[in-house]
């Protein structure tokens, strides 16, 4: 993990944020500044534990002397910045930016951004006010396995995936962006299925995509027959028993039944990535009925 | 074999050749065990750059680039297969699925210039004679669209052979000033033969880097600086200031790079320039070198460009043989050698970032500034990075200092301009100008217009600039004036179009230019592209638009200008928002 906001030097730097004055170690993101006075901000593309590649657009900031608005998860703090985050043009920028996004995917299995979009008054409905229909993803889900499935009608292509998969986590690179604008798709190489691709099943990338576009295949079926319940499952935090590294597991249960796994970001051993055996190597816990666990490759 | 899972199909002994040749035996193939961690990745990164060229390789060899090619490329410069898909499926020029028949594509332009000549018929033309055509953007050849003759644009995409353009086969007969002694930049135009060394001296050729290194790198700056030159790309930027912050650059490898992938709809003057004169980029390019303490020379240009290329090549080569590049280049004490680096149709990789990008052997997405290319730049290493016209002004002024240089233009605009006049004017072609002449001189220097002769309005800039109309003829071709009144001179475009023209039309495409070549990284350029494009085929078919879709114009422009990434999204809007406050659009209130 690259952790690019770490300060290298111990200054501080002061900063003014919405009127408010406020000092923040040198080296700081904008968006961590933020954090600090208790102003959220939304994000997409940003994580705790990837590079930040300030793509998705959501997070920007007003900085007084910069033309262009810019994003708050990248750009680290400096001294005698004068930052607004809720001024006309923020909100203008951040409304449009979900609205622009839930205009070409399925958002339905994203809250924390359906909550941004209510909050910024976003209307997706605009577009397709058209005789011409707005442009959609328009792609079926790809179901290779019995492990995960990729459903890209969800993709807001915010490279978290990508990222997993190559330098910030797994070094696999099993998947990356195709094509170009609007018809861009995170790929395997000429579109092959997972098990001829260089994925190790290490389910890094379900654990950060923030809409769903890839989901354990438990869960995506639960939610074929809606029968997904977060409200009613359980999570319970254990070690991983494989080998000796000390992950932690956080354990998702819905009628006490495992449907997924997840390792929380923040964990000092894990930064949240797995392996395949922490990952779906749970069965033995509760063999399927009948066993199924065949394996394509 | 390092950690790359490579799948089962292999390439065939053409495509091996092909690869093997491109990357002409430069380096050897990992193939000892190693983990492709860090160490790895770095050992990666090595060889990445070398992929455009063996990607171009693939697709002349076969026509298209197939997984066995692409997995020969990947062992060879140890890149993840679906990386290098990635990259492959970014470019125009490049395809990854079969072809149903294997041959040249004729690439035919579809974008304003050659639009309006009537490319249109000409691709139904082509196509009723059984050629495979493709419809292209721009390519850089607007003066020889005409709408009187019908010519337009073409590039053909070769395999097996080289690509070319056919009309180069003639001769370049569509530079208006050739012999005026008052050029500073194109007076070798035409007149210098363009494969000769021995000639390029004859006219004047390599006394400017005679000069620089005489006055050594630290006075060349300075004379940059005082000059007041500023970047001809579009964004103005001081020369003086970018050479000074590479040259304070310590410790580390430093690079200029020559940004030729001149792709603005409407811009072809440094194409005029490379073609016809590509010594004064290579020795203009060499002082850039000298003056920064950069090693390392890149030539990046446009992939439709294959005359240039061969040209810069071969002054390249010429060079060499001469010592004016190498070890000692040109006796300065310094190394400095240039690479040329073909791009494969991406209208992004003009820009700087991308470009860097692009060149590196990713995906050309732009990258977030700060931190620049003076500091972070070519393999985020210390960059300067100017396209041909800004470096050939380098050449005037080491020769004639900064005071003789700004005895020409205007006091914040000093030097002359490159104009690339094309649309409806009776001579298109590029035309240098003093900074100052107004642009209704600018287009009697063009023979003034043809078609209903009645004006209707001037695109400048390019389809990233703006229209103006018959008002403006009096402004002068200056930076200042240009962003006074609310325009811009862009990359020199000026695009003339007259009454009898449809405006909705030139604006569709406009629309879906940016929506092809939107590069697709960030939100609001990679959706706000689209639905500009969906409003503008609404108004197309409605000729009119509500008061809901009016304002949605408002919203996606501000948007794309406040949020995006680059100058792309910041841009994209320009030409449709200055079309409707001009009222050339009917039934949109302005």
Redesign the interface.
């Known amino acids: 993990m690259t952790a690019t906001f770490e300060p290298t030097v111990e200054t501080t730097v002061s900063l003014t944020i919405d009127g408010s004055t406020v000092e923040v170690p040198a080296g700081t993101s904008i968006h961590k500044a933020c954090e600090s006075v208790d102003i959220d901000t939304p994000t997409l593309c940003w994580a705790e534990n990837l590079t930040p590649v ?5 997070c ?1 900031v007003e900085v007084e002397g910069q033309r ?2 810019v ?1 708050s998860c ?2 680290a703090v400096e001294d005698g910045m004068v930052v607004e985050t809720d001024s006309e ?1 923020v909100r ?2 951040r409304k ?2 979900l609205e ?2 839930g ?2 995917v399925e958002l339905d299995q994203a809250p924390e951004l359906q909550k941004w979009m209510e909050h910024y008054g976003s209307d997706t409905s ?2 397709d ?4 229909p ?2 959609k993803m328009g792609e079926a889900p790809k179901i290779q396995d019995n492990l995960y499935i990729r459903d890209y009608d969800r993709c ?2 915010c490279y978290k995936c990508v990222e997993a998969c ?2 910030d986590a797994q ?14 798709r995170i ?4 579109d ?1 299925t997972l098990p ?3 994925c190790v099943y290490c389910g890094n990338c379900i654990g950060v995509c923030p809409t769903g576009a890839i989901q354990f295949k438990t869960e995506y079926d639960l939610r074929s027959v809606d029968d997904w319940r977060p409200d009613d499952q359980e999570i319970t935090r254990t070690v991983c028993s494989y080998c000796g590294v000390g992950c932690n597991l956080e354990l998702h249960t819905q009628d006490d039944t495992i449907v997924k796994v997840t390792s929380p970001a923040d964990h000092s051993v894990t930064s949240g990535m797995l392996c395949v055996k922490g990952r779906f190597g749970w069965q033995y816990v509760q063999p399927l009925d009948p066993p199924t666990r065949k394996r394509s490759r | 074999m390092a950690d ?2 490579i ?1 089962d199909e292999t390439a065939d002994d053409v495509e091996i050749a092909a690869v093997d040749a491109a990357l002409g035996g430069r380096f050897v193939i990992v193939r000892e065990g190693e983990r ?2 860090r160490a790895g ?1 770095s050992k990666r990164h090595g060889h990445r750059h070398l992929l455009l060229p063996a990607l171009h390789a693939l697709q002349n060899a076969k026509g298209w680039i197939s ?1 066995g090619g ?1 997995n020969h490329v990947c062992e060879t410069l140890q890149v ?7 990259v492959a ?2 470019y125009d020029l490049f395809r ?1 699925d079969e072809p149903k028949r294997v041959g040249d594509v004729t690439h035919v332009c579809v974008d304003a210039a050659c639009q309006i000549a009537g490319s249109g018929d000409r691709i139904a033309e082509l196509r009723a004679q059984g050629v495979d055509v493709h419809e292209s953007p721009c390519l850089g050849q607007c003066e020889r669209a005409d709408h009187r003759t019908g010519e337009v644009a073409e590039f053909v995409q070769g395999v097996g052979g080289p690509d070319r353009v056919d009309a180069d086969e003639r001769p370049y007969e569509l530079f208006h000033q050739r012999g005026d002694d008052s050029l500073r930049l194109l007076h070798r135009v035409g007149v210098v033969d363009p494969t000769s060394l021995a000639s390029y001296r004859e006219h004047g050729g390599y006394a400017a880097l005679a000069a620089a290194i005489a006055m050594g790198p630290d006075a060349v700056c300075d004379a940059v600086a005082d000059s007041g030159l500023s970047g001809r790309g579009g964004a103005a930027f001081p020369t003086g200031i970018k050479w000074r912050a590479v040259a304070a650059e310590q410790g580390r490898p430093k690079h200029v790079v020559a940004n030729c992938d001149e792709s603005e709809p409407g811009t072809f003057k440094d194409r005029v320039v490379m073609e016809n004169d590509p010594f004064a980029v290579v020795e203009a390019l060499t002082i850039a070198g000298f003056a920064t303490g950069a090693e390392n020379g890149w030539i990046y240009i446009r992939g439709e460009y294959p005359l240039a290329t061969a040209r810069l090549q071969n002054a390249i080569n010429q060079a060499l043989d001469a010592g004016l590049l190498g070890d000692d280049a040109a006796g300065s004490g310094r190394r400095f050698t240039i690479e040329i680096r073909r791009g494969a149709g ?1 209208y992004i990789c003009g820009e700087e970032t991308a470009l860097f990008a692009s060149l590196e052997g990713f ?1 050309g997405e732009p990258r ?1 500034k700060p931190p620049f290319p003076t500091t972070h730049g070519l393999f985020q290493e210390p960059t300067a990075i100017n396209n041909p016209e800004t470096l050939l002004n380098v050449l005037d002024i080491v020769q004639i200092g900064a005071d003789g240089y700004r005895s020409r233009g205007t006091e914040r605009s000093p030097g002359t301009k490159l104009l690339c006049l094309s649309g409806r004017v009776a001579r298109p072609g590029v035309y240098e100008v003093e900074f100052g002449t107004t642009l209704g001189e600018v287009l009697e220097l063009a023979g003034g217009l043809t078609g209903s002769g009645k004006l209707r309005a001037v695109l400048m800039g390019g389809a990233a600039g703006s229209f103006i109309d018959g008002s403006y003829l009096d402004m002068p071709i200056t930076l200042e004036d240009a962003r006074e009144r609310g325009t811009t001179l862009g990359s020199g475009v000026v695009m003339a179009f007259t009454d009898e023209i449809d405006m909705v039309e030139v604006l569709v495409r406009i629309a879906q230019f940016f ?10 350029c ?6 500009q494009h ?1 409003t503008m ?2 108004l197309q ?2 000729g009119s638009l509500t008061p ?2 009016r304002q ?1 114009v408002d ?2 422009s ?2 794309m ?5 680059c100058g792309f999204g ?1 841009t994209a809007t320009n030409a449709i928002n200055s079309a409707i406050e001009l009222g050339l659009v009917p039934g949109v209130p302005s």
């Not at chain 1, 998947?175 to 861009?184: K, L, N, T, W």
């Open positions: 300030n793509v998705c657009r959501v920007v262009a608005l994003p990248a750009r043009r203008h920028s449009m930016v622009f996004l205009s070409g605009r577009y006010q058209y005789e011409l707005a442009l807001v292509l190559g330098d070094h696999t690179y099993a998947i990356a962006v195709s094509g170009r604008g609007f018809d861009a790929s395997t190489e000429f092959v001829d691709s260089a | 790359l899972y799948s492709l961690v990745t997984p692409l993840p297969p679906a990386e290098a898909f990635g499926t970014f990854t991406a995906r977030s929506r092809d070549e939107s590069c697709g990284q960030c939100v609001p990679r959706v706000g592209c689209v639905r969906e085929v609404v078919q409605k809901e879709r949605l919203d996606i501000q948007v200008v406040d949020a995006s990434i910041h």
